[in-house]
C-alpha cells in the first residue's frame, strides 16, 4: 500500500464552556487506511472529527492534507479543504426537499460549478455505487434510514474527495438497517479510501480497521492494530471497553 500521509492532525485543543473536550490529539491517516475511533461516550471522538474538518473550529493544533498545513483563517482555503475532505453525519444531514438525486447533485452545481446535466448524471453514478439506483428521485422522508445514509456518502463521494470521515454513521439507525450502510464502507475501504471512522460497531473495526484509536476524556489514550490492542490478555483499556460493549449487547 503507498504510505503517502493523506491527513495529518497534531496538537488539536478545544475547549467549551471552560471544559476540555479534546486535549492535545494527534493522528496521522495514509493513503488507503481506516483509522476507527473508539471510546465511551463524551469521549470527544465527534468533536475531534468536526473539529478536523473546522466545523468546530479548534482552539489550537494544525492539519495538513497531502503536506499542506491549513490556514483555518483564508475563509477560501478552508472551503476548498472541506471540498477534499468528505463529512458523513449521525443524522444524515439531507434537504428534505430535494431528491436523492438532487441532494448529490446540489454541491457539484454550487461549489464546482458543474452544469446541471453533467451533476445529474456524476449523481446518478455514485447513488448506484452505494445501491440506490432505483431510488434517485425519492425525497428523504421517503427513504428508510439505511438509505438515506447511503446518499449521504453518495453526496460525499460524489466530491471526489482525498478522505472521509465518519461520524458514526450507523448509530441513529435501527438495527437491521446498519448491515447495509456498513457494506458500502466496506467496499469503500477494500476499494482504497481513505477513512476516519467513529463508531461502536466492534466486529467491523476489527476486521477492517488499519489502526484503532481508544480516546477517553478527549485523549487518545491507546492506538494500535486491532489485533494487537483487542489480543486476548493484552490488557488494554481498548479491549476492557469491547468487553463491556458486548457485555451490554452492543
Known amino acids: 500500500m503507498d504510505q503517502h500521509t493523506v491527513l495529518r492532525v497534531e496538537g488539536i485543543c478545544k475547549k467549551l464552556d471552560g471544559k476540555t473536550i479534546l486535549d492535545n490529539c494527534s493522528l496521522t491517516v495514509n493513503r488507503g487506511e481506516l483509522k476507527v475511533l473508539?471510546?465511551?461516550s463524551g469521549a470527544g471522538k465527534s468533536t475531534l472529527l468536526q473539529s478536523i474538518n473546522c466545523l468546530i473550529p479548534p482552539d489550537s493544533g494544525e492539519i495538513y492534507l497531502e503536506g499542506c498545513q491549513l490556514d483555518r483563517t483564508d475563509k477560501v482555503a478552508l472551503c476548498?479543504?472541506?471540498?477534499q475532505v468528505g463529512m458523513i453525519f449521525q443524522d444524515f444531514n439531507l434537504f428534505d426537499h430535494l431528491t436523492a438525486e438532487a441532494n448529490v447533485a446540489i454541491a457539484l452545481r454550487k461549489?464546482?460549478?458543474?452544469?446541471?446535466d453533467e451533476a445529474r448524471s456524476r449523481a446518478q453514478e455514485e447513488l448506484a455505487r452505494v445501491g440506490l439506483a432505483r431510488r434517485t428521485q425519492l425525497?428523504?422522508?421517503?427513504?428508510?434510514?439505511?438509505?438515506?445514509?447511503?446518499?449521504?456518502?453518495?453526496?460525499?463521494l460524489a466530491m471526489d474527495p482525498k478522505v472521509i470521515l465518519l461520524d458514526e454513521p450507523t448509530s441513529a439507525l435501527d438495527p437491521e438497517l446498519v448491515g447495509?450502510?456498513?457494506?458500502?464502507?466496506?467496499?469503500?475501504?477494500?476499494?482504497?479510501?481513505?477513512?476516519v471512522m467513529a463508531t461502536h460497531q466492534?466486529?467491523?473495526?476489527?476486521?477492517?480497521?488499519?489502526?484503532?484509536?481508544?480516546?477517553?476524556?478527549?485523549r487518545i489514550i491507546e492506538q494500535g492494530a486491532p489485533n494487537v490492542l483487542l489480543a486476548e490478555g493484552?490488557?488494554?483499556?481498548?479491549?476492557?471497553?469491547?468487553q463491556r460493549l458486548l457485555e451490554m449487547g452492543a
Open 202 to 218: 466492534m466486529d467491523f473495526a476489527r476486521a477492517l480497521a488499519t489502526e484503532i484509536l481508544f480516546m477517553e476524556r478527549g
Open 80 to 83: 476548498a479543504f472541506r471540498t
Open 180 to 195: 447495509e450502510v456498513l457494506a458500502v464502507i466496506r467496499d469503500l475501504a477494500s476499494g482504497g479510501m481513505t477513512m
Open 234 to 242: 493484552s490488557g488494554t483499556r481498548t479491549r476492557d471497553f469491547c
Open 111 to 116: 461549489v464546482r460549478g458543474m452544469k446541471a
Open 139 to 156: 425525497y428523504p422522508a421517503q427513504l428508510s434510514g439505511g438509505q438515506k445514509q447511503r446518499v449521504a456518502i453518495a453526496r460525499a
Open 38 to 40: 473508539i471510546g465511551p
